[in-house]
């Protein structure tokens, strides 16, 4: 540890005197406005990180801030000024004459972590808004997905061990203070229906929720589902935005929405100013940002992944429900997570209210797999068609304005996800759900395999690609039909011991 933190003193030394040369001209040259621009994005990356990670998480504070944080806001780490209330809230600034560019995230206990821009309510009134938390949902011992039951090797299909323990330790593997670290922070495999593979990183644990980013968006269309089998909502009808009556926008339907194809404007991408970091951290009203920009072409024709899309999404579905921020949360815990027994879990909301849709959901890892086993068991759990058939067939299907997208949901990857010899070897129908920093759900309907990766990856293509290297020699070594699909009262035979906690860089568990 020790030997840790005098090379992160001396990489920060080196690059400071770099950093104070360039920030100098940052003050003083039109040329630099770009990267003063660019400062609310890092400022609100860390302040909402650090927050959710530690507060709603609870992993430690110089950990989340020291490897996950500072390297993914580059240089801000070498000005930045952290406030930090344990419990309460993260307001990091910059310490720079004229460019502090603060940004606060705020913690409330069963909402997680809220975004507090410029213009935003204050803390003091967020707080002081009325909320009721879910009530607990129940759990048995009985096996996963229908309790809470621990992974079940026995049997698995021929060869699977040797390959869960090998990939295990190329997954979880990196050199401490390496830029390509992924941190791994889980790893769960499922075969027909069954957990066979349950591991964690980084101290982490099965209880904590993780955040998905992007792996939000399916999630967010699953809600639209559940309205959907309610029949308040339909996919050719108009999305029925208020704000939209009387423009061309209203004619943009929920079909289009969910394909990531509605036509607004939008640039997505965190590595500096953009329409994404624009609008989760300097926007209060997200998903109305998202919804008043301009149409730039005709809605259906046109693929453009978006996070402020899932937002409107969102949006609308709490007009749908009453429009109070208690009636969208009521909904999504009632009608998708307590049937499915997903518990603790949150979608967290923007400064107005509306779930951050498109990013901020967060899950414990055995229950972002069973969003996967809800699309294997095409939208039916237990006795309960929880989303209707039809429409999980719609998000599983390619968008007309992309072959490679569904509904808020990738499908084969293209040359930008895996290399060519990848892409041969992998089913047709395979989907896969995808979120920042190395969030990967991957479904093999045929096979009914799911395999879960969720961390910090540095270097997301590394991690991407490691976790689709287990996905094609678990599916090419032999999909068997060892495991009989479970029953929900079904206790057994289960191996104990198989979930295991290791730290980054630790030799793998047998």
Known sequence: MARDQRQRAARRGVWLAATLVGLSGLLVGARYVGPARDIPAGTG???????SRTMHMGQPLERVREDYVAPKVRQLPYFWQIDYRAGEAVRVSTWLPTLERARTAIYREGLGCTMLPPGAPSPE??????????AAVSTSDAPWPYGGG?????????????????????IFDRTPGDDASTHTTALLVAHRGHLIHETYGDGLAREQPQLGWSMTKTLTALVAGTLVGAEKLSLDAPVGLPRWA???????????????????EWSEGYGGKSHATDMLFSRADQAAYAADLPLVSKPGT?????????????LRMRQLLGGTHQAIYDHYQSRLFAPLGIRDAVIEPDASGTPVGGARGFLRPVDWLKLGQLFLNRGRWEATQVVPASFIDYLMAPSPASDGYGGSIWRRPNERHTTPEQRARLPENAIWMAGHTGQFLLIAPDEQLLI???????????????????????LETGNGNHHDAPRAND????????ETRREQGAQAKP
């Open 45 to 51: 990356y860390a302040a909402h990180d650090l927050c």
């Open 491 to 498: 206790t057994g035979p289960r191996t104990e011991g198989v």
């Open 302 to 314: 046109t693929f453009m992944y978006s996070t402020g899309t899932s937002n409107i999404a969102m």
């Open 125 to 134: 009134r967020l707080r002081s808004q009325p909320f009721a938390r879910a």
């Open 150 to 170: 621990r992974p079940n090797r026995d049997p698995l299909p021929e060869g699977w061990g040797a390959i869960l323990e090998r990939h295990e330790r190329i």
């Open 452 to 474: 879960l990766r969720m961390g910090v990856a540095m270097r997301k293509d590394i991690a991407r690609h490691r976790v689709f290297e287990l996905f094609i020699d678990l």
């Open 246 to 264: 009387g423009t061309d926008k209203a004619a943009i339907t929920w079909r289009q929405l969910l394909n990531m194809a509605p036509g607004l």
